[in-house]
């Protein structure tokens, strides 16, 4: 088993940062790559950022790219979301997620078997 837990959520005004941060525990020599996706309220969990483990490698959404930016800690087993200019729309609960089987581009969240509970990111003046 895996557990993620998420920290970092709150509210932020518009044009301002966040980073989140995602603390892994359990059998994490099983899992790669870590992932972040977002659910708005009556929308579709989607796809944000991945991250390799082992190398680094990282893969970002189009929405996102240029603004936020995945990283990782590997002695802290931690991956973290770094998130600029942020906007109104990004308003949404974040998650982490990781998989055993899946690879840095794989984007569905029915292919990630492990979450977070989630943070809250409000974006508004």
């Known amino acids: 088993q895996v557990q993620l837990v998420e920290s970092g959520g709150g509210l932020v005004q518009p044009g301002g940062s966040l980073r989140l941060s995602c603390a892994a525990s359990g059998r994490t020599f099983s899992i790669s790559p870590m992932a972040w996706f977002r659910q708005a309220p009556g929308k579709e969990r989607e796809f944000l950022a991945s991250i390799r483990w082992s190398t680094g490698s990282t893969y970002h959404a189009d929405s996102v790219k240029g603004r936020f930016t995945i990283s990782r800690d590997n002695v802290k087993n931690t991956v973290y979301l770094q998130m600029n200019s942020l906007k109104a729309e990004d308003t949404a609960v974040y998650y982490c997620?990781?998989?055993?089987?899946?690879?840095?581009?794989?984007?569905?969240?029915?292919?990630?078997?492990?979450w977070g509970q989630g943070t809250q990111v409000t974006v508004s003046s």
């Open positions: 997620a990781t998989s055993s089987r899946g690879g840095l581009f794989t984007v569905t969240a029915g292919s990630y078997d492990y």
